[in-house]
């Protein structure tokens, strides 16, 4: 393997290191390039740029291999759960069962949210998007937290047990509060019970009654949140990366990964793929209509659900959650006529010379509407559903950022195409 590159720029050679991952990635470390030569890389999007060293997630989408700090995803989501999977993400091990107890009391200590915070989200319009809400609360808990959140790394990072928990649990109250608040509703207390029927009860309960916790419901939204966990460098990750490189506490990195999921190109994607199937079944079609329209380059009208940016193989999160929809709708009683549309769409893409030479596979998104939708999540809460599950990852990058002794603000350069030097026209 090259242990360096040679670029010859205006007759001069250059020799640039190669770094190379465990997995065997090659980069070229063209740190220096500019220093030296003058020269930057240019790489609109980031799409060729490897932007931080991390050993949290692996990924290669030629594959289509997704690990966790060295454990297959598929093997998460048989053996572990949401909560141990978030431990394991952040911290790099699975916990014992004291640290996992430790974790679970932390997460029980910061559930409720100070009553002061009320009275922003009664600030906001009922019909406000929830991402919005969502981002503005998060960005609201310094405030109420200055020693957790002091905009100082080494000090942060001493409270750093502390503020994972508050941000993973808090989430979850706002998540419940918001949509509460959306349907006119109090807000229900948090108990000490496990974390996902802990916001089922926060969601669902209703006045004087207990809301009825179905394991099949509980066990089909912890896979959910897992399979959210972490995806490595993508928008929203990158994001988070990014604020706190400028050593912004680990809460306000977070509300600005809030804000970047909110765009439709990335958490949005599971809530259009529900309009989509909607649509095909409001107008009567299985979907073999819509496929062929996918087929015409219309960005428009593409199979939603269907490509990703990285994965030129099955997203492996689809295939879980594909069987997944369908035995959680089996056991719930439901016929979710959405669900056969899916199917059929799916069957006939995987046979079709026009997704199969573009290597177009389902993503993640194409079936966790469905579950989400059987579990009694109305669609405008599907990303901040996203955003909860992907917390732990957010902060176990925010916490690599923090720890780099010798870390750099993210600082990228441009190409500048504007207008050249010229004089404010001054009237004589
Ligand atoms: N339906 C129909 N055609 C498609 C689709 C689709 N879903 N996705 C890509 N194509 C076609 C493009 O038209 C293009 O065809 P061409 O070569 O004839 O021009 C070819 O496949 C390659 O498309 P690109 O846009 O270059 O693929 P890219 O990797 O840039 O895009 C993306 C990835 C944005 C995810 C795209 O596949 C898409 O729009 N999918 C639908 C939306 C979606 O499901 N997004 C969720 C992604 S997962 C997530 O963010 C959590």
């Known amino acids: 393997m090259a242990e360096s590159a040679s670029v010859s720029l205006d007759d001069k050679d250059y020799q640039l290191p190669v770094i190379t991952g465990s997995e065997g990635e090659k980069a070229i470390d063209t740190r220096k390039l500019r220093k030296d030569s003058g020269y ?49 993400v952040i911290y790099g091990e699975l916990p014992t069962a004291e640290q996992a107890k430790a974790f679970n009391d932390l997460l029980a200590e910061h559930a409720d ?8 989200l009664e600030g906001f319009p009922k019909d406000a998007p929830p991402m919005a809400m969502l981002s503005a609360l998060m960005a609201a808990l310094p405030a109420y937290y ?73 066990k089909a939204l912890d896979l959910l949140l897992l399979l959210h966990v972490d995806h490595e460098q993508n928008c929203s990750t990158a994001t988070v990366r990014m604020v706190g490189s400028s050593a912004a506490n680990m809460l306000a990195s977070i509300s600005a990964g809030i804000a970047a999921l909110s765009g439709p190109l990335h958490g949005g994607a599971n809530a259009a793929v529900m309009k989509m199937l909607q649509a095909i079944h409001d107008e009567g079609d299985d979907g ?118 010798k870390g750099r603000i993210y600082r990228p350069r441009q190409i500048y195409t504007g207008a050249t030097q010229r004089d404010y026209p001054v009237s004589s």
């Open 40 to 88: 930057i890389c240019y790489d609109q999007g980031y799409g060729n740029t490897g932007s931080c060293m991390s050993e949290i997630t692996y990924l290669d989408g030629d594959k289509g291999i997704l690990r966790h700090r060295g454990y297959p995803i598929e093997q998460l989501t048989q053996n572990s759960g949401y909560i141990e999977t978030a431990y394991l």
């Open 113 to 120: 949210v100070d009553p002061r915070m009320h009275p922003i």
């Open 146 to 218: 200055p020693d957790l959140a002091t905009n100082n790394f080494e000090k942060d990072l001493q409270t750093f047990d502390q503020t994972a928990a508050l941000a993973i649990s808090k989430i979850r109250t706002f998540v419940a509060m918001i949509y509460r608040y959306q349907c006119g509703l109090p807000t229900v207390p948090s108990k000490d019970i496990p974390y996902c029927e802990n916001l089922l009860q926060m969601m669902f309960s209703e006045e004087g009654t207990e809301y009825a916790t179905d394991s099949e419901v509980v």
């Open 288 to 405: 073999s209509h819509f496929i062929e329209a996918a087929k015409s380059g219309d960005k428009s009208k593409r199979l939603m659900g269907f490509g990703h940016a990285v994965y030129r193989n099955f997203d492996p999160r689809a295939k879980i959650i594909g069987v997944s929809c369908e035995k959680v709708l089996a056991t719930l009683g439901i016929d979710d006529p959405l669900l056969s549309i899916a199917q059929h769409l799916e069957q006939a893409a995987l046979k079709d010379d026009y997704f199969v030479s573009r290597k177009l596979y389902p993503n993640v998104d194409f079936y966790s509407g469905i579950i989400m939708r059987a579990l009694g999540i109305p669609v405008e809460m599907f990303t901040a559903a996203f955003a909860m599950g992907r917390v732990p990852g957010w902060i176990a990058n925010w916490r690599e950022v923090a720890s780099q002794p």
